[in-house]
């Protein structure tokens, strides 16, 4: 790897971590600001608003006219202001294009965002081992909340899981944590099917911690599934 192209790495994983962080931090403050009652500036209100009337008095405008454009004004402004940025796509394609993903089009990088996917998630992966994956399963592994974390922690805690596996313990709440939690208690040996099931039993950490205290031994898998059962 080029240093220029490596330099190019840092860039994209610095402006992808701050694109990420800036719309989680846009969506809670606009969820904070709906529940004060304060949406934005009055000037702004009152400037989208005027914004609003004028696109739809020209969308209603065209179409009692018999325009034969179907476009309506308002889904193209939205999807404008939606627009990634372009740096940002031309530093991902370049990336995605050195690790073996070539020809993507500016659609199909503006969708894989959408989706979650980004150029930094992508090489995490591989460097864990994945080094096969196809864009549907990196767009299943980001819908699934699969993060490069959470795979990296579960191979640490001796888990050689394909994704497939990997999507399936999300789709069943298991985390590293939760995990990690049951190996200090001394399940060290659980299965990925047993995580399953515990957590689909519902068998907290607290719960087992607490039983351990009271019997003075290791309950079984099959005895904390038990109990869970009984004492709903």
């Given at each position: 790897?080029?240093t220029k192209f490596k330099k190019l790495k840092e860039q994209l994983s610095s402006?992808?971590?701050?694109?990420?962080?800036?719309?989680?931090?846009?969506?809670?403050?606009?969820?904070?600001?709906?529940?004060?009652?304060?949406?934005?500036?009055?000037?702004?209100?009152?400037?989208?608003?005027?914004?609003?009337?004028?696109?739809?008095?020209?969308?209603?405008?065209?179409?009692?006219?018999?325009?034969?454009?179907?476009?309506?004004?308002?889904?193209?402004?939205?999807?404008?202001?939606?627009?990634?940025?372009?740096?940002?796509?031309?530093?991902?394609?370049?990336?995605?294009?050195?690790?073996?993903?070539?020809?993507l089009t500016r659609e199909e990088l503006i969708d894989l965002r959408q989706q979650?996917?980004?150029?930094?998630?992508?090489?995490?992966?591989?460097?864990?081992?994945?080094?096969?994956?196809?864009?549907?399963?990196?767009?299943?592994?980001?819908?699934?909340?699969?993060?490069?974390?959470?795979?990296?922690?579960?191979?640490?805690?001796?888990?050689?899981?394909?994704?497939?596996?990997?999507?399936?313990?999300?789709?069943?709440?298991?985390?590293?944590?939760?995990?990690?939690?049951?190996?200090?208690?001394?399940?060290?040996?659980?299965?990925?099917?047993?995580?399953?099931?515990?957590?689909?039993?519902?068998?907290?950490?607290?719960?087992?911690?607490?039983?351990?205290?009271?019997?003075?031994?290791q309950p079984t898998v099959e005895e904390l599934i038990r109990y869970r059962i009984?004492?709903?």
């Amino acid at each position: 790897m080029t240093t220029k192209f490596k330099k190019l790495k840092e860039q994209l994983s610095s402006l992808e971590d701050g694109d990420l962080i800036s719309e989680k931090r846009l969506s809670r403050r606009r969820g904070m600001l709906s529940k004060l009652g304060i949406y934005s500036p009055s000037w702004l209100r009152y400037g989208l608003l005027v914004a609003f009337l004028g696109s739809f008095l020209f969308y209603a405008g065209s179409q009692f006219a018999g325009s034969t454009t179907s476009v309506n004004p308002l889904e193209e402004f939205s999807t404008w202001v939606n627009q990634p940025d372009e740096e940002l796509l031309q530093g991902m394609d370049s990336w995605m294009e050195e690790m073996g993903y070539t020809d993507l089009t500016r659609e199909e990088l503006i969708d894989l965002r959408q989706q979650g996917v980004t150029a930094t998630f992508t090489s995490k992966m591989r460097d864990l081992g994945y080094t096969d994956l196809t864009l549907e399963e990196l767009v299943s592994l980001s819908q699934n909340d699969v993060s490069a974390t959470f795979s990296a922690m579960m191979k640490e805690l001796g888990y050689d899981l394909t994704i497939e596996e990997l999507i399936q313990l999300r789709q069943h709440d298991v985390t590293a944590f939760y995990t990690s939690n049951m190996h200090d208690l001394g399940y060290t040996e659980l299965t990925k099917d047993e995580l399953i099931r515990l957590r689909d039993t519902g068998v907290s950490t607290s719960m087992v911690e607490r039983l351990i205290e009271e019997r003075g031994t290791q309950p079984t898998v099959e005895e904390l599934i038990r109990y869970r059962i009984s004492n709903q």
